[in-house]
């Protein structure tokens, strides 16, 4: 995927894959008006400001494109409690780092960051973990899906916004971690070609073993 094929004034939501995060990443949307089916989504590992210039690297190409970018940390992180400092300070002094160097690449992008509390004594096991390719139409058809199934706030969630690629060595990072900590009981994929997802279960399977994988692959409207 190239910038040029990329829409313009693409609104991009980051966050981190811990199902804790998605109904107050949810609802914090609807406030702003930001609808399923308007934004490109990034969720990974502690979220994009765990490493900011890890995030630089990776988008540095796609800047142009993204207009406004929100993203959304959390307390009881693994990846914070795993590097030693979870407080909403070290959180808040992440997401404004975040804030400051996306501006220094791109003055003119819209940037905000929120921290979502979470309980250190809240469940930590979830039904299941969700691969998904983070463009508009396939977020909203997946989050149909996962609603319908009851798995809307019970499922970890793994995004790339603009490609699901199986040589993507942090999907299966962020896989791992989910695993580890919330033992999902399904995976469940979301693509938009029937070859790639099938890639990307194979590999699933590998790192997953006897954890059931199914796949929908979500044609996007032209």
Same mark, same amino acid.
């Given at each position: 995927?190239?910038?040029?094929?990329?829409?313009?004034?693409?609104?991009?939501?980051?966050?981190?894959?811990?199902?804790?995060?998605?109904?107050?990443?949810?609802?914090?949307?609807?406030?702003?008006?930001?609808?399923?089916?308007?934004?490109?989504?990034?969720?990974? +590992?502690?979220?994009?400001? $765990?490493?900011?210039? /890890?995030? %630089? *690297?990776?988008?540095?190409?796609? @800047?142009? #494109?993204?207009?406004?970018?929100?993203?959304?940390?959390?307390?009881?992180?693994?990846?914070?409690?795993?590097?030693?400092?979870?407080?909403?300070?070290?959180?808040?002094?992440?997401?404004?780092?975040?804030?400051?160097?996306?501006?220094?690449?791109?003055?003119?992008?819209?940037?905000?960051?929120?921290?979502?509390?979470?309980?250190?004594?809240?469940?930590?096991?979830?039904? +299941?973990?969700?691969?998904? $390719?983070?463009?508009? /139409?396939? %977020? *909203?058809?997946?989050?149909?899906? @996962?609603? #319908?199934?009851?798995?809307?706030?019970?499922?970890?969630?793994?995004?790339?916004?603009?490609?699901?690629?199986?040589?993507?060595?942090?999907?299966?990072?962020?896989?791992?971690?989910?695993?580890?900590?919330?033992?999902?009981?399904?995976?469940?994929?979301?693509?938009?070609?029937?070859?790639?997802?099938?890639?990307?279960?194979?590999?699933?399977?590998?790192?997953?073993?006897?954890?059931?994988?199914?796949?929908?692959?979500?044609?996007?409207?032209?």
């Amino acid at each position: 995927m190239t910038e040029r094929a990329l829409p313009e004034n693409i609104i991009l939501v980051g966050g981190c894959i811990d199902a804790g995060t998605n109904q107050p990443t949810e609802e914090n949307l609807d406030s702003k008006r930001i609808s399923e089916g308007s934004y490109h989504l990034y969720r990974t +590992a502690g979220s994009p400001s $765990l490493d900011v210039g /890890e995030f %630089i *690297r990776k988008f540095a190409d796609y @800047l142009n #494109s993204i207009d406004q970018f929100l993203n959304f940390a959390h307390t009881d992180c693994g990846g914070y409690i795993a590097a030693g400092d979870d407080s909403s300070r070290k959180h808040n002094q992440d997401l404004e780092a975040l804030g400051t160097t996306l501006l220094k690449q791109k003055p003119t992008i819209r940037y905000s960051g929120h921290l979502i509390e979470l309980e250190h004594n809240r469940p930590h096991t979830f039904a +299941a973990c969700a691969i998904i $390719l983070g463009k508009p /139409e396939i %977020i *909203r058809a997946s989050n149909a899906e @996962l609603r #319908s199934l009851g798995l809307e706030d019970v499922h970890d969630k793994i995004a790339r916004p603009f490609e699901l690629s199986v040589d993507d060595g942090s999907i299966w990072s962020d896989l791992e971690i989910s695993l580890n900590l919330h033992h999902p009981k399904k995976i469940l994929i979301f693509d938009e070609s029937e070859e790639n997802a099938r890639m990307l279960m194979e590999k699933v399977r590998e790192i997953a073993d006897g954890v059931p994988v199914e796949t929908r692959v979500i044609s996007q409207a032209a």
